[in-house]
């Protein structure tokens, strides 16, 4: 039967008497979501559940502001564990290259790090000091005059030997000479020339000589400055050694028990003997050009005894919660920074940096799924960490074979780390689908509802979840009015009146522009007329295209007819999806009959314009027809149907009641009313189903009609299941409550047919007969004088099948925006 809907069918409101507070600041907050139990189920379970696999991945739209409620589950679980380890990185003094890993106590890493800073600023202080004490400057002199004492000596028997042959050693800026002496004076050139040539040959005979003596000594003054350096660094490794002894004792004693800093300690006091001369060099102002040494300053060669604190938890509070919003390779595992040394990129311990499973170690990792795939490389990686419980530092130049660099092989890092991935439904599924490794890393899925009851106490949370948001962002608080009108948007946004949208995203920003009104009209709270604004600007941001669209059929551009009666033309009604804006539109649907053999074409399938669903729409009205009409025999009909003025993809199934009103009204050359706009599905008995976009649909009809005038008779006919669907607005609502405009349900076709018609469809009499002058019965008829036709003519009356489909959402003619998306049809 058809039903007129009342205001209150087409827009149930939420009464404001079911609040009793002021303003949302009278509420307690909350942070668990609304309608989401089964999902925090999940997410508690994972949490809890120690044993391995059971990460965690959270579906849902982003919309639902999945992360909000998963952070407070994680938050409050986190609160409750204990802090986990430290964890840092220490030099291995025989194998720079494999730094070791050391796990510490919850601020205990930070501890040993101020210690060893402190060491390094004693060595520095005490072993320069230990060269300059007058003990060891005494010790290295008397080494030292020693040695110059034995070379004196040498060169002293020398010159008494070279005294018997009338010869002096003289020494040079080339060198040590000899020379002739005469009286006590050396001879010049003149003088040694003017001697017999049998004395000359004698002084060059005992030059030659004596120089031959000379250099016999001289050959050994190396191997002697040798004992002499020798002999120094054993005096100065004897003051240092037991200077650094006393300061690493101290530093043994702070950590006894912990046998590998024990370990790494004795390593450093070796170490920094084996430097001693390095460390002396260094702090002398010897830089790498003059020493020949490879630092360039203090600092970087006492780096080498510093403690690289990788994880520092000395503040506390509970297990960490890391979010991770760049999931790259080296932001998961961490990352070997270099520097440039002579052109060539260097790295040593200290450069260690740590990724997100190193700062979530012990805690939780939270990963945008979508984000995490999309990195090269990162996807396995964690994978790898999470199957071998440890986190190897990778680079991306190991895959992709870049130039060789200086780099490290740190040991890796004991994991222990609870991973959420927040993802959509379709990547969950792709992943469970084609990685046999996801369903073994992630058990537990937590699916988030996108829509909730609308129930009383529903609405009481989403009051506290407006006040939430207005309380966090220092927001005008919500009066009554205003937490109603959201909550009835919230229907709308999701088009069933009996449900409420769980996407806080769309409401947190709702409540944002409602402020923004409200602040600018000097407002101290938000009230419903704030909000109905908000809602309307953000409408009219979006609505161009609706406009343009509209505006066609307006000035009859596109062929639309909102009053009178026409044979075989209804006025169907669909939906454009342009981002995030839809909105509806009619369309003219024509239908053509003649004799035939039982084919019922759909021109938009012909012209590849409509979708496999639309195929599907056209055979079930032409099952419909063949049942209804010619239950016993042939159908000899050849009909077409078409979206006249359709010029993109069709796709669903919800003109399916008005295509077959359409070609009905053509078998029985009955008029319809071009006042009425028809939308729904159908199935092969005549009842009418469901569709998609029934707020838009219905008030895209309304529009147009309001632009050229409303009469009183004009309105829309859905199906009666829709009815909870409908959440229509205002200004619509308004139209129906003072008669201007209706809107009806129907149960089945014989519905739409009374009411386009205004004639009664008629019901089958005992004998099978349809009652005298109804709808039905002069289809009957005009269906059974084509079945005598064609038996009078001979024809061959084989019915074939229908092969179109009929698009239930056309685009409009010569479209202004993008493509419209499919219809989402329940």
């Given at each position: 039967?058809?039903r ?18 002021a ?5 307690p ?5 609304i309608g989401?139990?089964r999902?925090?189920?999940?997410v ?22 999945r ?38 106590p ?11 800073d ?13 060269f ?8 290295i ?6 040695f ?16 018997t042959?009338g010869?002096?050693l003289?020494?040079t800026?080339?060198?040590?000479a ?6 006590g ?26 120089t ?14 040798q ?10 490794r ?6 650094v ?8 004693r702070r ?16 170490d920094?003997?084996?430097?001693a001369?390095?460390i ?11 020493a ?21 938890h ?5 297990a960490?919660?890391?979010?991770e ?33 190193h ?17 090269p ?5 964690l994978k ?17 074979s ?12 004991r ?18 689908a084609?990685d046999?490794?996801?369903?073994q890393?992630?058990k537990?899925?937590?699916d ?8 009383t106490?529903?609405a009481?949370?989403y009051a ?8 966090d ?5 919500l ?6 009108r ?6 709308r ?13 769309r ?12 602040r ?7 009230d ?6 908000a ?5 009219e ?11 066609r059929i ?10 009178g009666?026409r ?19 009619p ?7 003649r004799l ?11 012209a590849?314009l409509g ?12 099952a419909?027809?063949?049942q ?10 050849h ?16 003109a ?5 009103c ?9 008029p ?13 008995y ?13 008030e895209?009809?309304?529009d147009v009609?309001?632009?050229?005038g409303l009469?009183?008779r ?15 607005r ?5 139209a129906?409550?003072?008669?201007r ?24 009499s ?12 002069k ?14 003519l ?6 074939v099948?229908a092969?179109?489909s009929?698009p239930?959402?056309?685009?409009p ?5 993008p ?8």
């Amino acid at each position: 039967m058809i039903r007129t809907l009342t205001a209150a069918q087409i827009r149930p409101e939420t009464p404001v008497s079911e609040f009793d507070f002021a303003t949302t600041e009278d509420l307690p907050p909350l942070r668990d979501g609304i309608g989401q139990e089964r999902a925090s189920r999940a997410v508690r379970f994972a949490l809890d559940m120690g044993a391995s696999g059971y990460n965690l991945f959270v579906l849902g739209d982003p919309a639902t502001d999945r992360r909000h409620l998963v952070d407070a589950l994680v938050s409050e679980t986190a609160a409750e564990r204990s802090t986990p380890a430290d964890w840092c990185y220490l030099n291995d003094f025989k194998h720079p290259d494999r730094p070791r890993a050391l796990r510490l106590p919850a601020g205990e890493a930070h501890r040993l790090a101020r210690d060893a800073d402190q060491l390094i600023e004693d060595l520095r202080a005490v072993i320069p000091s230990l060269f300059r004490e007058e003990g060891f400057q005494r010790r290295i002199g008397e080494l030292q005059q020693g040695f110059e004492k034995e070379q004196k000596e040498a060169l002293q028997r020398i010159q008494k030997e070279a005294e018997t042959h009338g010869l002096t050693l003289l020494q040079t800026p080339q060198g040590f000479a000899f020379a002739p002496v005469r009286d006590g004076k050396v001879l010049d050139n003149d003088a040694f020339q003017a001697l017999p040539e049998e004395e000359r040959d004698a002084i060059g005979s005992a030059i030659e000589t004596m120089t031959e003596r000379l250099m016999a000594q001289l050959q050994d003054l190396p191997a002697r400055q040798q004992d002499l350096v020798r002999a120094q660094k054993a005096m100065a490794r004897e003051f240092i050694e037991a200077a650094v002894n006393r300061l690493v004792a101290t530093l043994r004693r702070r950590w006894q028990g912990w046998s590998e800093i024990l370990a790494w300690a004795k390593e450093l006091a070796a170490d920094v003997l084996d430097n001693a001369q390095t460390i002396l060099a260094l702090e002398h102002d010897h830089g790498p050009n003059h020493a020949g040494l490879p630092y360039r300053s203090p600092e970087q060669f006492y780096s080498r005894y510093r403690i690289n604190l990788l994880i520092d938890h000395s503040d506390g509070g509970g297990a960490p919660v890391v979010f991770e919003t760049h999931p790259t390779l080296e932001n998961l595992v961490g990352r070997l920074e270099h520097r440039s040394e002579l052109g060539s990129l260097v790295t040593d311990f200290t450069l260690i940096k740590p990724g997100a499973l190193h700062r979530a170690n012990g805690g939780y990792l939270l990963i945008e799924a979508e984000r995490l795939l999309s990195k090269p490389f990162a996807w396995d990686a964690l994978k790898r960490a999470l199957f071998d419980g440890e986190i190897r530092i990778e680079s991306a130049s190991e895959y992709l074979s870049f130039g060789h660099v200086l780099s490290l092989d740190p040991q890796p890092i004991r994991l222990d780390v609870k991973v959420i991935l927040l993802g959509a439904r379709q990547t969950y599924y792709l992943l469970s689908a084609y990685d046999p490794d996801f369903p073994q890393l992630f058990k537990v899925p937590a699916d988030l509802s996108d829509r909730v009851e609308r129930s009383t106490d529903n609405a009481q949370r989403y009051a506290r979840l407006l006040g939430s948001i207005a309380r966090d962002e220092k927001l005008l608080p919500l009066g009554p009015a205003a937490v109603a009108r959201i909550i009835d948007h919230s229907a709308r946004l999701v088009g069933d009146s009996e449900k409420l949208s769980a996407h806080t995203r769309r409401l947190a920003d709702l409540v944002r522009e409602s402020d923004h009104i409200a602040r600018g009209k000097g407002g101290r709270i938000i009230d419903a007329e704030h909000v109905q604004s908000a809602i309307d600007a953000h409408v009219e941001r979006l609505e161009r295209i609706r406009d343009d669209v509209h505006e066609r059929i307006v000035r009859g551009t596109v062929v639309i007819a909102t009053d009178g009666t026409r044979v075989a033309q209804v006025n169907g009604l669909s939906v454009l999806q342009i981002g995030d804006f839809a909105f509806g539109q009619p369309s003219r649907i024509t239908a053509t009959a003649r004799l035939g053999r039982g084919e019922i074409v759909d021109i938009e399938r012909e012209a590849r314009l409509g979708g496999n669903i639309h195929s599907k729409a056209v055979m079930i009205l032409g099952a419909f027809i063949g049942q209804r009409y010619a239950p016993h025999s042939p159908l000899s009909l050849h009909a077409s149907l078409a979206f006249e003025q359709s010029y993109g993809g069709i796709e669903g199934d919800s003109a399916t009641v008005a295509e077959v009103c359409a070609l009905l009204s053509a078998l029985g050359d009955i008029p319809l009313r071009q006042d009425i706009a028809v939308t729904g599905s159908m199935d092969q008995y005549g009842r009418a189903q469901a569709i998609g976009g029934a707020n838009e649909k219905v008030e895209g009809f309304y529009d147009v009609c309001a632009a050229r005038g409303l009469t009183g008779r004009q309105g829309v006919l859905l199906p009666a299941d829709n009815v909870r669907s409908l959440m229509l607005r205002p200004d619509m609502v308004r139209a129906v409550a003072d008669g201007r405009f209706s809107v009806w349900s129907m149960d089945d076709i014989d519905d739409a047919l009374e009411l386009l018609s205004g004639i009664s469809a008629g019901a089958r009499s005992s004998d099978g007969q349809w009652a005298q002058d109804s709808f039905n019965q002069k289809v009957q008829q005009r269906i059974e004088e084509l079945s005598e036709l064609t038996r009078s003519l001979g024809r061959d009356t084989t019915p074939v099948p229908a092969q179109a489909s009929m698009p239930a959402d056309p685009a409009p003619p010569h479209p202004p925006g993008p493509p419209p998306a499919p219809e989402d049809n329940p």
